[in-house]
């Protein structure tokens, strides 16, 4: 079956980094977008980026310049690298696919604290 873990989540200081990883198994990889979401407390879950097959990528406003999706087919991952993080990234992040019924297939998530 469909399985997605993440790992990668930290805590670190504004202005810092993080790469965060998501392992794929049980499904054909290379056909598949991947999503990275995120959700803070009180709040909903967002897409904050994703990548399709091809290697086109879609990110929500408010990471664009910082954030970049990014795959590797051949290890059937995704990964999201997190530049100039800012104290309102915080949240769990969740790898997320959907497959050709547009069923969603998602992971434990993977916290991510950005604070001094």
């Known amino acids: 079956q469909v399985q997605l873990v993440e790992s990668g989540g930290d805590l670190v200081q504004p202005g810092g980094s993080l790469r965060l990883s998501c392992a794929a198994s049980g499904f054909i990889f290379t056909t598949n977008a991947m999503g990275w979401y995120r959700q803070a407390p009180g709040k909903e879950r967002e897409l904050v980026a994703r990548?399709?097959?091809?290697?086109?990528?879609t990110y929500v406003d408010s990471v664009k310049g910082r954030f970049t999706i990014s795959r590797d087919n051949a290890k059937n991952t995704a990964y999201l690298q997190m530049n100039r993080l800012k104290v309102e990234d915080t949240a769990v992040y969740y790898c997320n696919t959907n497959d050709w019924r547009g069923i969603g297939y998602w992971g434990k998530g993977t916290p991510v604290t950005v604070s001094s």
């Open positions: 990548i399709r097959p091809g290697g086109t990528t």
